[in-house]
């Protein structure tokens, strides 16, 4: 079994949410904050076996897309302050950042 966590931004996840619904696939939705932009994404975390992964990632590739986005970050979160920029920048962001991790026992009761 595997937990997939994607990290995608607002615009998509009601898309990926109901997709994911329609294809009978479970997950929970985190709300998420990005840690250079400080801007609100959406944290995804889908546990499935391990024979629906590439599913699972079709389907969040074509739910998400890139976009360009225009920000000036307003301070440095914690004291990462080398990535902090003073001044707008313009990033590509998404379409989702995926991580795949084994799980070592999964339970409900
Ligand atoms: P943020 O950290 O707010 O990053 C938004 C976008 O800013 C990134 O898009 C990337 O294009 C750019 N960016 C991030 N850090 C940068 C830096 N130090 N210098 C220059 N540009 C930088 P994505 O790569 O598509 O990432 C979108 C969001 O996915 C991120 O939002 C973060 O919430 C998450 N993410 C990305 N990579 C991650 C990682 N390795 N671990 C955990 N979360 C990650």
Redesign the pocket.
């Known amino acids: 079994m595997k937990l997939i966590l994607a ?1 995608v931004q607002d615009k998509d996840s009601p898309r990926l949410a109901q997709n994911l619904v329609k294809q009978g696939i479970r997950a929970t939705k985190l709300a ?1 904050t ?6 609100g ?1 959406t944290t995804f975390m889908i546990g499935t076996q391990d024979e629906q992964v590439e599913q699972v990632l079709e389907l969040i590739k074509t739910s998400c897309r890139a976009r360009d986005q225009v920000v000036t970050p307003m301070s440095p979160m914690g004291s990462q302050l080398e ?1 902090y920029v003073p001044y707008p920048v313009t ?4 379409g989702a ?1 995926v991580f795949v991790l084994d799980i070592a026992q999964f339970a409900q009761f």
Do not use: R
Not at 34 to 39: I, K, S
Not at 91 to 94: A, H, W
């Open positions: 990290v998420s990005g840690g250079f932009l400080h801007a994404n990535s990033v590509q962001v998404g950042t």
